[in-house]
């Protein structure tokens, strides 16, 4: 039996300033990113998003990111593998404290926009991220792009790790994202989406944008809901995926 989680970034909302339909993604994602108040969300947001997601009966994690509010974290930072680690732990804990007031666990950590991107290549970055979850809770999944850095770090540490695609985004020949920059980074055709989407998990191969079939782990499929559009496509892919013999099930109820 094929298995695999359906996650989005949520809590990306800020005072005064709403950012996505959390409401209505939830719905058909099994895992949540919950922004911790550096790259977006505040702890009011960060409060209703843990309580939306208990009530949909979906994951917990944290999405910490770059202390970078106007370039809501897409922004490269200069940094040390300390200095991450501890924004890791900082952002982490916050959250941690609203789940257990909650009633919840945080059940895995993925890095936000930049800094997701930086660990991707960087392995002191990518080891400083893994140590930092592994000293704050070893049961802690720490989910990164498929087979980059990160995931190799969270291995050697000792971590469970979840290998993330993406829907609607190409890829280069050694499984890294093209940037956006290039044209065909962003893949527009919604059922070639979600085609590649069935074949990634169920084959364990992507198309790269050269035309070389490259080998790929799907654990987790990132999807985004910032728009009506986003929000069809999550209940497509889902469909799709149920329709093929997939169960969409949150991570921690296979990741070992």
């Known amino acids: 039996m094929y298995k695999v989680d359906l996650n989005s970034d949520l809590g990306e909302s800020f005072g005064s300033y709403k950012i996505g339909?959390?409401?209505?993604?939830i719905k058909y994602v099994t895992s949540a990113n919950v922004a911790c108040g550096w790259h977006a969300g505040d702890p009011l947001v960060m409060e209703k998003t843990i309580n939306l997601a208990k009530e949909r009966g979906?994951?917990?994690?944290?999405?910490?990111?770059?202390?970078?509010?106007?370039?809501?974290?897409?922004?490269?930072?200069a940094v040390t593998p300390k200095e991450v680690k501890v924004y890791i732990q900082?952002?982490?804990?916050?959250?941690?404290?609203?789940?257990?007031a909650n009633g919840?666990?945080?059940?895995?950590?993925?890095?936000?926009?930049?800094?997701?991107?930086?660990?991707?290549?960087?392995?002191?970055?990518?080891?400083?991220?893994?140590?930092?979850?592994?000293?704050?809770?070893?049961?802690?999944?720490?989910m990164g792009l498929a087979n980059s850095e990160m995931i190799k770090a969270g291995k050697e540490v000792g971590l469970k790790v979840a290998n993330e695609v993406f829907a609607d985004r190409a890829y280069n020949p050694d499984a890294t994202l093209v940037a956006r920059k290039l044209e065909g980074?962003?893949?527009?055709?919604?059922?070639?989406?979600?085609?590649?989407?069935?074949?990634?998990?169920?084959?364990?191969?992507?198309?790269?944008?050269?035309g070389e079939e490259i080998k790929i782990k799907a654990d987790s499929i990132c999807v985004h809901g910032d728009n009506p559009e986003a929000v069809e496509f999550v209940r497509k892919i889902r469909l799709k995926l149920e329709e093929e013999?997939?169960?969409?099930?949150?991570?921690?109820?296979?990741?070992e």
Request: aromatic share 6%; charged share 25%.
């Open 90 to 100: 900082y952002q982490l804990g916050a959250l941690m404290a609203f789940a257990k």
């Open 104 to 142: 919840e666990k945080v059940k895995h950590v993925k890095p936000h926009g930049a800094m997701y991107n930086m660990a991707a290549k960087d392995k002191s970055l990518a080891k400083a991220i893994a140590e930092a979850v592994y000293e704050v809770d070893q049961e802690i999944i720490l």
């Open 185 to 210: 980074a962003v893949i527009h055709d919604a059922d070639l989406a979600i085609a590649r989407v069935v074949k990634m998990v169920k084959e364990g191969t992507v198309t790269a944008i050269n």
């Open 21 to 25: 339909l959390d409401e209505e993604v």
């Open 245 to 255: 013999g997939v169960e969409v099930t949150a991570l921690s109820n296979f990741i």
């Open 58 to 77: 979906v994951g917990i994690g944290a999405h910490p990111g770059y202390l970078d509010l106007m370039g809501f974290g897409r922004r490269n930072v």
